[in-house]
């Protein structure tokens, strides 16, 4: 029998607070009231979950489109936002709309000009993920390295920060993270270029800089800027820091209020192969692992590394789903994360142990995660010894991509887009000693992966999966077009929403997986829904277009799904 603690880290957080509690505090603490979606995971747990039960699983075969929008060109795979009847979202990079969420009205558009400032970045970006809210402004990040603050209500930028160090080529993506008044950001960047990842704190409504905490130790003759850094760099060998080491922390990044902690989920090391990063030794911390930080300093709390010695481009980055479940008969306060590795993890939020990891997906680098040591029993050919060819299952695009997952602390179910491709992979003709990264690292990404041929992808086939993070096993599955498929929602009407790369947009029924409700769209459908609430009605709204990734890869679909001419809009139920 399962047993759920709904709610109640939400309302100790909240209690927690007490009356000096700004009003953005306590409405992205709070769960009770789904009025608003002001975060990306919609509160600070980044659940991905609304309480709203207006729309139900008895009803929703009514659902019918309220408003559409017609946007520019550009990526729109990016969750909006709404607060107070206004819906937010950008489009390309960083172009920031509003629009009155009962009728679709445009208010107001503001442009960073990032395309003009960003140079060489653009070869690489892939468009803006996400947006932030907090105290009537909304916070963006562009490809150029700025972090900019704009009022809500008129779109005047308020204040903007370079958080990029001179000459790197790193870039932003996803959306910035707000908490108890700050605002975290991240970068991407290294697959294509020698970068050392970090995240940078500042003050939500100033934008003072307030801290920064690297992911990966720089060079030992220069000192460390901290324990953690001095700590981490015994886990790594050769020269590292020349190539930067990456471990960008460019998407999940989720905050314990309860604790006072920041979480990052990091990313792959950079090169990929290990042998050319790091002399094939060590654990490389803090690659492809949580890390847990005093929000109000930025120092080291403790880490759990999902992918030691990582070598396969398996970052950390997903979404990090906070919970409080009740496991073997006792009350945890967990993450729930299900990272590209192929498997779904539950880890204790308070000291970072490994509580249950199993497969979600086809995979054939590790057998098992091993629970006394939190460490994968990998399989003895994973890392391509004397130049072996390993089919890697799943391949670096991952069983579960950056699109977001949901969890339903109703349902106590974890919906997640699966895709499950292999790829065969190896590192002939490479001398660690004699690599180098090429100056255009996108032209030819197996080498400046670090990989000896060009890969050999094999057939994908995707589904969207409901798992139970308690007993770690499938509750059930529906199959998808494709590998690429939307982000997920789950409600409190029992219902999951999901969009699919052929352009139909879902409800299931969220204890069965039974298709209740579908439209459609006339565009893929990969961005993750988002539903609130004006004027007493409750809305579902959604992003259509094809991002970058999923338009190169987009085989089989319909001609119309061609990522330049596609047709992108807002469409609101």
């Known amino acids: 029998m399962m047993r759920f603690f709904i709610g109640c880290g939400a309302l100790l957080a909240l209690a927690a607070c007490g009356d000096t509690a700004t009003q953005s505090e306590k409405i992205l603490a709070d769960s009770s009231s789904g009025r608003d979606w002001p975060a990306y995971g919609r509160t600070y747990g980044e659940q991905h979950f609304s309480p709203l039960t207006q729309i139900s699983a008895t009803n929703v075969k009514r659902l019918g489109l309220a408003w559409s929008l017609d946007l520019p060109p550009g990526n729109t795979i990016t969750q909006p936002l709404a607060i107070d009847g206004m819906l937010y979202f950008t489009v390309g990079n960083s172009r920031i709309h509003a ?5 679709g009205k445009l208010l107001w558009v503001y442009d960073p000009k990032a395309n003009e400032a960003a140079g060489k970045r653009l070869r690489s970006s892939w468009g803006s993920r996400g947006i932030a809210w ?8 562009a490809v150029d390295g700025r972090l900019i603050a704009v009022d809500a209500k008129t779109g005047r930028e308020l204040w903007s920060q370079q958080t990029l160090q001179p000459g790197d080529l790193r870039y932003i993506t996803g959306a910035p993270r707000v908490f108890d008044g700050k605002v975290i950001v991240g970068h991407g960047g290294a ?9 940078t704190t500042y003050d939500a409504d100033t934008g003072k800089f307030l801290w920064r905490f690297y992911t990966v130790p720089g060079d030992p003759a220069k000192g460390f800027e901290d324990d953690a850094q001095k700590m981490a760099a015994q886990t790594w060998s050769g020269e590292w820091w020349k190539y930067g080491g990456g471990g960008n922390v460019w998407n999940a990044m989720t905050y314990d209020a309860e604790t006072d902690t920041i979480l990052l989920g990091t990313g792959n090391g950079a090169p990929w192969n ?5 002399a094939g030794k060590g654990d490389n911390l803090f690659l492809c692992s949580i890390v847990a930080l005093d929000a109000k300093t930025g120092h080291y709390k403790w880490h759990y590394q999902i992918n030691p010695g990582e070598s396969w481009d398996y970052n950390a980055s997903m979404d990090m789903h906070l919970a409080d479940l009740s496991i073997q008969g006792k009350p945890r306060k967990v993450i729930v994360t299900a990272p590209k590795n192929g498997f779904l993890y539950v880890i204790d939020r308070l000291n970072g142990k490994l509580i249950s990891a199993e497969k979600i997906a086809k995979v054939t680098w590790a057998d098992r995660i091993d629970v006394k040591t939190g460490r994968p029993v990998e399989t003895a050919d994973a890392r391509f010894p004397d130049g072996k060819t390993f089919e890697l299952w799943p391949s670096p695009m991952g069983a579960h991509t950056n699109l977001p997952s949901a969890f339903s602390p109703k349902s106590g179910l974890v919906y997640i887009a699966v895709g499950e491709q292999g790829i065969r992979l190896n590192d002939r003709n490479i001398d660690p000693a004699k690599w180098k990264r090429k100056a255009d690292g996108v032209t030819d990404f197996a080498l400046n992966a670090g990989y000896g041929e060009p890969p050999m992808i094999m057939p994908a086939t995707s589904a969207l999966v409901a798992w139970n993070p308690i007993s770690q096993k499938l509750a059930w599955k529906v199959p998808t077009p494709l590998f690429w498929n939307g982000g997920a929602m789950a409600t409190a009407g029992d219902l999951v929403f999901q969009g699919q790369a052929d352009g139909l947009f879902s409800a299931y029924k969220a204890d069965t997986g039974e298709r209740l409700w579908s439209m459609q769209a006339h565009g893929a459908v990969l961005a993750a829904p988002i539903s609130y609430s ?4 409750q809305y579902v709204t959604v992003l ?19 990522y330049r001419t596609q047709e992108r809009r807002v469409l609101t139920f």
Do not use: C, E, Q
């Open 99 to 103: 629009v009155d969420a009962a009728s």
């Open 134 to 141: 907090w105290n009537d402004k909304i916070f963006t990040g």
């Open 191 to 199: 697959d294509s270029a020698d970068i050392r990842g970090y995240v």
């Open 274 to 278: 290990h042998r050319v990063r790091s």
């Open 534 to 537: 004006v004027g007493g009605r």
């Open 544 to 562: 259509t277009g094809m991002g970058l990734t999923a338009g190169i890869n987009a085989f089989g679909l319909p001609r119309r799904f061609d």
